[in-house]
């Protein structure tokens, strides 16, 4: 898989360099924005572009709002209105996104956000109207750091309960009960992400037991539900796991890491249940691909 992975990337890596346009600014207003988040909206527009989707958090004063912009005309230019989801004096932040097709021509968006001390909120839309803000954890179940990924007409999130994973899914237009995916004792764990290749795998850091080093680890639904976590990396001190956006067909993971040189940017790739490091002349690429491809 290894080497044919290699092959299928070969000429994109050597050939063909993305190239970024001009800095803009997309929103209008003076006050700070931050804490964003951006995706395609996969419905596709009669000029053959998807638009894009955007959320940001709107900081004025001592308020903190939730917002989402949308490109038109096939993603050349942004509409000048921002959507307010938010609009009350609870701090907001953390904001995802997560966009799924439907057959009827529109696209089914769903937030996903912190709001106050440790809730979980969300919103979506199948059109222009997004639902009010409706909880989706609290309690004991609460948490930061939410990530969010779907597959055809079901969304799953992750996020930081206390140190802990929690992972829910929205089936049937409501959220599950959220499940802890690490043991009850196990609460060094961070920055969680998911994807789903179409069944849902989770990668995250954890804390090794006797350093500050952090090692990658996963887990994978399958039938019977959640394995046991497993790690992907553990030699060396690694960060920041985030599954590529282009490979939808196989899990392919990018991170920093101290292991071969001072945090450089490095690559796992997932078949015949284990973890393949990627060949040396894509680790080169992965700087560039990171900036572009990430999901």
Same mark, same amino acid.
């Given at each position: 898989?290894?080497?044919?992975?290699?092959?299928?990337?070969?000429?994109?890596?050597?050939?063909?360099?993305?190239?970024?346009?001009?800095?803009?600014?997309?929103?209008?207003?003076?006050?700070?924005?931050?804490?964003?988040?951006?995706?395609?909206?996969?419905?596709?527009?009669?000029?053959?572009?998807?638009?894009?989707?955007?959320?940001?958090?709107?900081?004025?004063?001592?308020?903190?709002?939730?917002?989402?912009?949308?490109?038109?005309?096939?993603?050349?230019?942004?509409?000048?209105?921002?959507?307010?989801?938010?609009?009350?004096?609870?701090?907001?932040?953390?904001?995802?996104?997560?966009?799924?097709?439907?057959?009827?021509?529109?696209?089914?968006?769903?937030?996903?956000?912190? /709001?106050?001390?440790?809730?979980?909120?969300?919103?979506?839309?199948?059109?222009?109207?997004?639902?009010?803000?409706?909880?989706?954890?609290?309690?004991?179940?609460?948490?930061?750091?939410?990530?969010?990924?779907?597959?055809?007409?079901?969304?799953?999130?992750?996020?930081?309960?206390?140190?802990?994973?929690?992972?829910?899914?929205?089936?049937?237009?409501?959220?599950?009960?959220?499940?802890?995916?690490?043991?009850?004792?196990?609460?060094?764990?961070?920055?969680?992400?998911?994807?789903?290749?179409?069944?849902?795998?989770?990668?995250?850091?954890?804390?090794?037991?006797?350093?500050?080093?952090?090692?990658?680890?996963?887990?994978? /639904?399958?039938?019977?539900?959640?394995?046991?976590?497993?790690?992907?990396?553990?030699?060396?001190?690694?960060?920041?796991?985030?599954?590529?956006?282009?490979?939808?067909?196989?899990?392919?993971?990018?991170?920093?890491?101290?292991?071969?040189?001072?945090?450089?940017?490095?690559?796992?790739?997932?078949?015949?249940?284990?973890?393949?490091?990627?060949?040396?002349?894509?680790?080169?690429?992965?700087?560039?691909?990171?900036?572009?491809?990430?999901?």
């Amino acid at each position: 898989m290894k080497t044919l992975l290699a092959l299928l990337l070969l000429p994109t890596l050597l050939f063909s360099q993305p190239l970024w346009s001009p800095s803009q600014q997309i929103t209008s207003d003076s006050v700070d924005s931050f804490d964003h988040s951006l995706v395609e909206d996969v419905m596709q527009s009669s000029s053959g572009k998807d638009r894009e989707i955007f959320t940001y958090v709107q900081h004025t004063g001592n308020r903190s709002e939730i917002m989402v912009m949308q490109t038109d005309r096939g993603g050349v230019t942004w509409l000048p209105t921002p959507t307010r989801i938010t609009n009350d004096t609870i701090p907001d932040g953390s904001p995802v996104l997560a966009v799924w097709r439907l057959y009827n021509g529109k696209s089914r968006k769903m937030l996903v956000w912190k /709001r106050g001390a440790d809730d979980l909120y969300y919103s979506s839309t199948q059109d222009s109207i997004w639902t009010a803000p409706a909880l989706l954890a609290t309690g004991i179940y609460g948490g930061e750091k939410p990530c969010i990924a779907n597959v055809d007409t079901n969304f799953g999130a992750v996020w930081v309960n206390r140190g802990r994973i929690l992972f829910s899914e929205f089936r049937n237009n409501n959220w599950s009960l959220p499940t802890s995916i690490t043991p009850p004792n196990d609460t060094m764990n961070f920055n969680p992400q998911i994807k789903y290749f179409p069944k849902p795998m989770i990668i995250w850091e954890r804390q090794k037991i006797s350093t500050t080093d952090r090692e990658i680890a996963f887990t994978i /639904r399958n039938d019977t539900g959640w394995a046991a976590p497993d790690t992907a990396t553990t030699l060396g001190d690694n960060r920041n796991p985030r599954f590529l956006k282009f490979m939808n067909f196989m899990p392919l993971v990018s991170f920093e890491s101290n292991r071969w040189e001072p945090y450089g940017v490095f690559g796992f790739s997932y078949s015949n249940n284990r973890w393949e490091i990627l060949p040396k002349f894509m680790r080169r690429q992965l700087m560039l691909l990171s900036c572009c491809f990430l999901s």
